[in-house]
């Protein structure tokens, strides 16, 4: 079975320039998340999708971050402008649905640099 | 909001000893879910053990146990034998049964592993 699968793993950016991140999920989950991790802290959930409706998108910061899931299948993360408090890893998960005891199966992230 | 706290950035074990990661949150829920995680340097994160804040019982899963004190808001990791490949970032987690089904995540201990 495919992993969660992420691209691009590395990217460098300015700051005030834009950025997507694609992720695709575990086939068949129907729950996805977007999570951010700074260097040394534990991850931050951004937004979770059930199939192509958001769920819970609270802690995404709506003025430069957006994020869509249309099909329910990939999901792509946006940061328009980036500033450089937006350095870390973005980790994309999934699970069968968002029943609580299904396990959450995390992508290899996207180390996004901001200078 | 949640909030899960790691008392202990850095621990350390001899190999095929016993050590113990501790986590304790703060909540008013009476229903939720608890997990611990395992990052491995530069690798996918993934689940070592889950609790159902319902079950009395602590879980386990072959070298890994938990100590769950529901009163107490404590969650503690035990893993026994340790090994080398046990080497790695422990977050542990906490899963809202609310709206939202939120998660939030501890900050993180980093578990070396001495041959």
């Known amino acids: 079975e495919a992993g969660v699968a992420q691209s691009p793993r590395y990217k460098i950016i300015e700051k005030r320039q834009s950025v997507a991140f694609w992720c695709n999920p575990i086939?068949?989950?129907?729950?996805l998340y977007w999570y951010q991790q700074i260097l040394g802290q534990g991850p931050k959930l951004l937004i979770q999708?059930?199939?192509?409706?958001?769920?819970?998108d609270s802690q995404l910061p709506k003025d430069r971050f957006s994020a869509e899931r249309l099909k329910g299948v990939d999901s792509t993360l946006k940061i328009q402008p980036a500033k450089l408090e937006d350095s870390a890893v973005y980790l994309c998960a999934s699970s069968l649905s968002r029943q609580g005891f299904h396990e959450q199966y995390f992508g290899p992230g996207t180390r996004l640099t901001v200078t | 909001a949640q909030t899960v706290t790691q008392s202990q950035p850095e621990m350390s074990v001899q190999e095929a000893e016993t050590v113990t990661l501790s986590c304790t949150y703060d909540t008013s829920e009476s229903d939720y879910y608890l997990f611990w995680y395992k990052q491995p340097p530069s690798r996918q994160m993934i689940l070592v053990i889950r609790q159902e804040a319902y079950k009395q019982q602590n879980a386990t899963e072959n070298r890994f146990s938990v100590n769950f004190q529901k009163a107490a808001k404590s969650f503690s990791l035990k893993i026994s034998d340790s090994q080398l490949g046990d080497a790695a970032m422990y977050f542990c987690?906490?899963?809202?049964?609310?709206?939202?089904?939120?998660?939030?995540f501890g900050t993180g201990t980093s578990l070396t592993v001495i041959p």
């Open positions: 086939s068949g989950h129907a729950t």
């Open positions: 987690a906490y899963r809202s049964l609310n709206t939202g089904n939120q998660f939030y």
């Open positions: 999708f059930q199939n192509n409706g958001v769920v819970d």
